[in-house]
């Protein structure tokens, strides 16, 4: 079992940067990826980004790449997605999940959501 706490969200302006942060526990934790998704208002959820167990590989959706970075740390227990340039489509609930899959296409287990607002 994987439990899965955001943090970070809030209200800022075009052009902003913010940092998400996901605290993880469970005791096998550091054996799975862990990814980025989100669901803004009257969307689907999308994927954003994601990064493998080891945190030697990362994986980015179109939309954000070169503007968010995918971290692990895993003396902290912490997963981390760094947003700079945000834009007012970036504005969504942003939620961690983290899966045993390699295919990255099944997620086991996923935390509430913060949630971030861009204003233009």
């Not at 996901?22 to 994927?47: H, I, L, N, V």
């Not at 167990?53 to 994986?59: A, E």
């Not at 070169?66 to 912490?78: C, E, H, V």
Request: proline residues 2%; contains cysteine.
């Amino acid at each position: 079992q994987v439990q899965l706490v955001e943090s970070g969200g809030g209200l800022v302006q075009a052009g902003d940067s913010l940092r998400l942060s996901c605290a993880a526990s469970g005791r096998t934790w550091d054996t799975y990826a862990m990814g980025w998704f989100r669901q803004g208002p009257g969307k689907e959820r999308e994927f954003v980004a994601a990064i493998s167990w080891s945190g030697t590989s990362t994986y980015y959706a179109d939309s954000v790449k070169g503007r968010f970075t995918i971290s692990r740390d895993k003396a902290k227990n912490t997963v981390y997605l760094h947003m700079n340039s945000l834009k007012p489509e970036d504005t969504a609930v942003y939620s961690c999940a983290a899966t045993n899959d390699y295919g990255l296409q099944n997620w086991d287990y996923w935390g509430q959501g913060t949630q971030v607002t861009v204003s233009s």
